[in-house]
């Protein structure tokens, strides 16, 4: 978050107001533990896991950027009620799937070097896709 960069309209310091930059911070949040989960179910080598982290956190600030300016204009920014009820219910839900990688403390697991772990699948395994739900909105 960049305090220098945060704003918020008089009119909507409220409780409505809080609750939609929450869900900012939760959007956050879930990318995070999208990461944590990756570190933890993923296989790394010493020789890959800089490159691997440095090209997951790319990804992630551009998907978590895209996805809150997106859940802004779906939203209005708050305004349209319906539309921030369903995306505090949706990400209420993403948080409590994901709630087992909630934890900032991590080991990462490190393999020996193998040539067949010099490529990394994002799609490490089935349990780090809590995101996809955000499929659903548009």
């Not at 020789?47 to 956190?57: K, Q």
């Not at 067949?116 to 809590?130: I, R």
């Amino acid at each position: 978050m960049n305090l220098d960069k945060s704003w918020v309209l008089p009119i909507k310091k409220s409780n409505e107001g809080l609750k939609h930059e929450l869900i900012h911070f939760q959007i956050n949040e879930i990318f995070v533990r999208k990461l944590r989960c990756y570190i933890l179910n993923g296989k790394f080598s010493y020789y890959n896991f800089n490159s691997i982290l440095s090209d997951l956190l790319k990804e992630y600030r551009y998907f978590s950027h895209a996805l809150n300016k997106n859940y802004d204009k779906i939203t209005n920014h708050g305004v349209i009620e319906s539309e921030q009820k369903r995306w505090e219910s949706l990400v209420e839900s993403i948080m409590k799937k994901s709630k087992k990688y909630n934890n900032s403390y991590i080991t990462v697991p490190m393999l020996y070097y193998n040539k067949s772990f010099e490529k990394y699948n994002k799609t490490c395994c089935n349990e780090c896709d809590f995101l996809k739900e955000f499929d659903l909105i548009k």
